[in-house]
């Protein structure tokens, strides 16, 4: 047992881990809202990292690289949106057992729309209310999953220059601590 909250610890390196990995609230068993706050926590601070000490510093800074959504062609810097993107498709190959990504109800890319009526109800609730989540259930297919919708903000000068100068943006007034869209986050609920 403390093998694994050691592992635990060390993936997601949140407070409220530990908890979750021991299964404190759910005799043995992880609580699926515990587990989507720690997976977010970690997702959040790569992208925040990435968003702030690379993307705005080497670009807007120092202006040493550009990020670019053609960044292979253009020999630049993957965008936040991209890299968060990227991430989400390599966990869907692995088939772990939970997926995540990044959506908006002013998407630049249009496939990046809420689908479901969970995702569009989260997506407001998140926008409306500052530093609250989303927890809901839904069933797609034949499948049950806990569903957790998270505020994705505008958190440097890069993202916000990027949304509002985009020629695809439907929206072309974020400002900084803006809540620009969410990560939808699932579970699947063992029935």
Request: charged share 25%.
């Amino acid at each position: 047992m403390k093998r694994i909250i050691f592992r635990c610890l060390l993936v997601f390196g949140a407070a409220p881990v530990l908890a979750a990995c021991q299964g404190e609230k759910s005799g043995g068993r992880i609580e699926p809202k515990l587990m989507a706050d720690a997976l977010h926590a970690v997702m959040e601070s790569d992208r925040i990292v990435y968003t702030k000490q690379v993307v705005n510093r080497l670009q807007n800074e120092e202006g040493v690289i550009k990020a670019s959504e053609h960044w292979k062609d253009d020999k630049a810097l993957p965008l936040p949106a991209q890299m968060f993107r990227m991430g989400a498709e390599m966990v869907a190959e692995k088939k772990v057992g939970f997926s995540y990504s990044l959506l908006s109800m002013w998407p630049v890319n249009k496939q990046n729309k809420p689908k479901t009526e969970l995702e569009r109800t989260g997506l407001e609730f998140v926008a409306d209310n500052k530093g609250q989540n989303y927890y809901g259930e839904e069933s797609l297919g034949d499948t049950k999953y806990f569903t957790a919708v998270y505020a994705d903000t505008a958190v440097a000068p890069a993202c916000v220059k990027c949304h509002n100068e985009h020629k695809d943006s439907p929206r072309k007034d974020f400002k900084l601590g803006e809540v620009m869209g969410g990560v939808v986050l699932r579970i699947p609920m063992s029935g």
